[in-house]
Structures are given as structure tokens and as C-alpha cells.
């Protein structure tokens, strides 16, 4: 599922394929996908540009000049800028044409992706709830963000509004790292615990960025390469357990993250 680095990856792409064209025409090959009416959403793109992007959590949000196009990715999705003699990329859902002859694609293989309009990125962040975003955040923001809060690290870390962009795979290897267990009580850690974390989470965010969200490229000593069951700690060798907190399905070592 795209977190924070897969978006971020998008974001990078459309920066580098997509900016300062203008958009002719929209494709909505399938309208579940949009939180908005079609043809609110074809008044609001037609004859702009997306002159620069923002990215908040697992959101993209593109500046279009009288407001903002904001894409979620959902479970499956993707970008793709192609020419239009090429042949649409599988699983389109919304396909921008722009003046220059070139499209860009917005694929989800499943439904859970949603495309949405904002009139601002405070606007958009207060709807939504969503906490600081957590590769730009502070360690006051942090704090402050810990402050209100109870309740066990894995479900925090997974909480939006707590802070944007932490899913499933890096809030097992953030806490890795931390040797924190997944259900230790948020307010139970120290000063110092608390600075690591936030340390641990930027760290992974950013091996999470250098590696475009490719797994499958991860150093062996990450937790990330050894979510399987059976599979062994790549620090102490202990078998890694999986757990379930609220639903979720999470990995940790029980050696090295002691409850
Ligand atoms: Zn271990």
C-alpha cells in the first residue's frame, strides 16, 4: 500500500513530467473514484495547469492556481506519464490530457483510491483531521502531537491524525529500530525514548524516499525484509512474531522488543 515514500515518489514524478501543461481534457473511465462530481471536476481542471505540488501524509496535493487536485492512493496506486500513441496503462481511472500530446495516468487497480478538490492545503488538512506530516515534522510537533495522546505505539503510529504518512510495513520497522514493543503504552516512554523514536521515524521515512518505496531493495538488517512468519530477527536471529492490534497485522521481534 502506498505510505508516505511511495507518495512521495509520485509527487517527485510529477514534478519532473507533468507540471506547466495545459490540461485540454479529462478521461474519468471510472467515476467511483472521485469524492467530487464529474463535471465539477472537468470545470475545475480544464484549460489550468498543475503548477506545483505539495505532498501532506499519503496525500498528493496539486497547486492548480485557484486551488488544489488531491489524489489518494489507496491500496494500489500509481502514475503514469505516456504519450498518446502509446497504449493506456491497465487500470486507469482518470486520464489527464495535456496540450503537448502527452497524458498523465492515474491508476488504481482496486477502488480505494479517491480524488478530491480543495480550496487550500489548511483547508484540506483540517476536513481530514490529519496530524503534522511525518517526514517534515518537528520534534515540538512531535511532542506536542504525543501530548493528548494514550493508548499503544503501533495504533498511534498508524493514526492519521496522530501524524500523516506512517502505514502498516514502516510503523513495525520504526518500532524495530526503537525497540519499542507494538502495544507498549504511548505515555509510558521516557524523554529519551520519545527524541529516538521521533529519530527512527524520520530515518526510515528516508531510507523509505531513497529507495522510491521498493521493498524489495531494503538492506537484510531492515525488519521489512523479514516479514514473513518463520522468518528470524536480523539482529539477535529470535523468530519474528506476527500480532494483531485493532484489526492489523503487524511484525516485531519479541527478543528485541520486549513489552
Ligand atoms: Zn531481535
Given at each position: 500500500?502506498?505510505?508516505?515514500?511511495?507518495?512521495?515518489?509520485?509527487?517527485?514524478?510529477?514534478?519532473?513530467?507533468?507540471?506547466?501543461?495545459?490540461?485540454?481534457?479529462?478521461?474519468?473511465?471510472?467515476?467511483?473514484?472521485?469524492?467530487?462530481?464529474?463535471?465539477?471536476?472537468?470545470?475545475?481542471?480544464?484549460?489550468?495547469?498543475?503548477?506545483?505540488?505539495?505532498?501532506?501524509?499519503?496525500?498528493?496535493?496539486?497547486?492548480?492556481?485557484?486551488?488544489?487536485?488531491?489524489?489518494?492512493?489507496?491500496?494500489?496506486?500509481?502514475?503514469?506519464?505516456?504519450?498518446?500513441?502509446?497504449?493506456?496503462?491497465?487500470f486507469s481511472k482518470i486520464i489527464f490530457?495535456?496540450?503537448?500530446?502527452?497524458?498523465?495516468?492515474?491508476?488504481?487497480?482496486?477502488?480505494?483510491?479517491?480524488?478530491?478538490?480543495?480550496?487550500?492545503?489548511?483547508?484540506?488538512?483540517?476536513?481530514?483531521?490529519?496530524?503534522?506530516?511525518?517526514?517534515?515534522?518537528?520534534?515540538?510537533?512531535?511532542?506536542?502531537?504525543?501530548?493528548?495522546r494514550s493508548g499503544v505505539a503501533k495504533?498511534?503510529?498508524?493514526?492519521?491524525?496522530?501524524?500523516?504518512?506512517?502505514?502498516?510495513?514502516?510503523?513495525?520497522?520504526?518500532?524495530?529500530?526503537?525497540?519499542?514493543?507494538?502495544?507498549?503504552?504511548?505515555?509510558?516512554?521516557?524523554?529519551?525514548?520519545?527524541?529516538?523514536?521521533?529519530?527512527?521515524?524520520?530515518?526510515?521515512?528516508?531510507?523509505?524516499?531513497?529507495?522510491?518505496?521498493?521493498?524489495?531493495?531494503?538492506?537484510?538488517?531492515?525488519?521489512?525484509?523479514?516479514?514473513?512468519?518463520?522468518?528470524?530477527?536480523?539482529?539477535?536471529?529470535?523468530?519474528?512474531?506476527?500480532?494483531?492490534?485493532?484489526?492489523?497485522?503487524?511484525?516485531?521481534?519479541?527478543?528485541?522488543?520486549?513489552?
Amino acid at each position: 500500500m502506498p505510505e508516505l515514500p511511495e507518495v512521495e515518489t509520485f509527487k517527485r514524478y510529477l514534478d519532473k513530467t507533468s507540471l506547466n501543461q495545459i490540461i485540454k481534457d479529462i478521461k474519468v473511465t471510472d467515476n467511483r473514484i472521485l469524492n467530487i462530481d464529474e463535471f465539477h471536476l472537468k470545470k475545475f481542471l480544464t484549460n489550468k495547469k498543475f503548477k506545483s505540488s505539495n505532498r501532506h501524509g499519503k496525500y498528493l496535493l496539486i497547486n492548480i492556481g485557484q486551488g488544489y487536485l488531491i489524489m489518494h492512493f489507496g491500496m494500489t496506486g500509481d502514475l503514469e506519464y505516456f504519450n498518446k500513441k502509446d497504449d493506456e496503462p491497465k487500470f486507469s481511472k482518470i486520464i489527464f490530457h495535456f496540450n503537448n500530446d502527452f497524458n498523465l495516468a492515474y491508476i488504481s487497480i482496486r477502488m480505494f483510491g479517491r480524488i478530491d478538490i480543495a480550496e487550500s492545503i489548511e483547508e484540506f488538512i483540517e476536513k481530514n483531521k490529519l496530524g503534522p506530516d511525518a517526514f517534515k515534522m518537528s520534534l515540538e510537533q512531535f511532542k506536542e502531537a504525543l501530548l493528548r495522546r494514550s493508548g499503544v505505539a503501533k495504533n498511534l503510529l498508524l493514526n492519521q491524525s496522530f501524524v500523516a504518512g506512517i502505514g502498516n510495513i514502516y510503523s513495525d520497522e520504526i518500532l524495530f529500530r526503537t525497540k519499542i514493543h507494538p502495544k507498549t503504552k504511548i505515555n509510558s516512554l521516557n524523554e529519551s525514548k520519545v527524541k529516538e523514536l521521533f529519530t527512527n521515524i524520520k530515518e526510515v521515512l528516508q531510507v523509505g524516499i531513497d529507495k522510491k518505496g521498493d521493498l524489495s531493495t531494503y538492506p537484510n538488517h531492515f525488519l521489512i525484509t523479514h516479514r514473513t512468519k518463520d522468518d528470524h530477527c536480523p539482529v539477535c536471529k529470535y523468530e519474528i512474531k506476527r500480532i494483531e492490534i485493532s484489526g492489523r497485522h503487524g511484525f516485531f521481534c519479541p527478543n528485541c522488543q520486549k513489552e
